[in-house]
Structure formats: structure tokens, C-alpha cells
């Protein structure tokens, strides 16, 4: 008998299926609100997200990963202090995320200006070279509204392999996985 290969999406989706889809830390009692998420941002999340293909666990997570998936860090970036001496130089703290992850700082809070929701469009379309089914997971870090309110922007802006992964960063360096520092997209 010879087997046939199925799409690895597929396969997380029936293993999200037949195990479900909530992650190791999914609370059942955080309701998940009609809009974004707008205060907050590291607070218990809920099991899940309406319109997403999935809620990831590691172990479904990493395949998504090995398997190419577009994985989109939204931890926000720091601002630069107000108030410092005009002579002082200003570096951004490093930010450590999923091996080859892209960093777009900012796009997770529940309310974007104009320019943040601008750069994340441009940026989704570029990633996902305009293909909408492409599989998009997104993450922050654990009990991070951020990742949550990303993922439900892209949905709305008709995105249809979007992916939540809840414990984000937190899990996957548990877990021993590689993590690299990353900058931001400009």
C-alpha cells in the first residue's frame, strides 16, 4: 500500500480536531470579547477565537513552523522614554522571538493608529505574497491579549489560514526550540 502525503496544515487542523484546540493554559472562564481587547494586554486569554483555523498548542505549533508557515511575533515594541536629555542615546531593548519569525512591533493593541494599521496590511501582504490562505500564525507571549487582538484584525481583513498561538515565545523556549534576537519590520 503506498501512502500519500497530506499537507501538514491539514494535519494540524484534524489534530485540532481530534484533541482539541486550546492551549496547555487556555482558560475556559475568560470570555472572548465582541471587539479587540483594549486594556490589559497580559491577562489570562480565552480558549479560543472565532474565525481563526486554530488555536495552537506547542506540539501543533511547531510543525506549522517546520513546514513554513508565516509565524508573526507582535510583542510591542519600547517607546522611547519621555524626557530624556537631548545627548542621551537611545537603543532598543533586544527582543528575543521564534527562530525565523518576523517581528511586527505594535500591531496587536486593540485600537491602531492609521500608520501601525497601514504598516500591518502592507506588511500581511507581503509575507503572505498576497495570498490570503497562506498560513499565518500569530503569537506573543503566554497571557498576551496582543496576539490574540492581531490575529482577529487579519481575520477581519479576510485572512482565512490564520492560527493563534497563545503561548507563544514562552513555550516555544521551554520547550528547548531555537530563538534568535529579532528587530523589527521597519
Known amino acids: 500500500m503506498r501512502l500519500r502525503r497530506v499537507p501538514l496544515p491539514v494535519l494540524v487542523m484534524l489534530t485540532a480536531c481530534l484533541h482539541g484546540t486550546g492551549s496547555v493554559r487556555a482558560q475556559p472562564d475568560v470570555a472572548e470579547p465582541d471587539g479587540y481587547r483594549l486594556e ?9 477565537l472565532t474565525g481563526a483555523r486554530g488555536v495552537l498548542t506547542i506540539a501543533q505549533a511547531k510543525p506549522l513552523h517546520d513546514d513554513g508557515a508565516v509565524f508573526i511575533d507582535v510583542y510591542p515594541r519600547a517607546p522611547k522614554p519621555p524626557n530624556l536629555p537631548a545627548s542621551t542615546v537611545w537603543r532598543d531593548p533586544p527582543h528575543t522571538s521564534i527562530n525565523g519569525a518576523i517581528w511586527l512591533p505594535n500591531v496587536g493593541y486593540g485600537v491602531l493608529a ?6 500591518f496590511e502592507a506588511n500581511l501582504t507581503k509575507l503572505t505574497g498576497s ?15 496582543m496576539s490574540w487582538n492581531a490575529a482577529k484584525r487579519a481575520i477581519s481583513m479576510g485572512y482565512t489560514s490564520v492560527f493563534w498561538f497563545p503561548e507563544g515565545t514562552d513555550a516555544w523556549e521551554e520547550h528547548g526550540y531555537s530563538t534568535t534576537t529579532v528587530v523589527p519590520v521597519p
Open 131 to 145: 495570498d490570503r490562505a497562506k498560513p499565518i500564525v500569530f503569537f506573543c507571549l503566554r497571557d498576551c491579549w
Open 40 to 48: 490589559d494586554y497580559r491577562k489570562p486569554v480565552p480558549a479560543m
Open 114 to 119: 492609521e500608520p501601525v494599521r497601514a504598516y
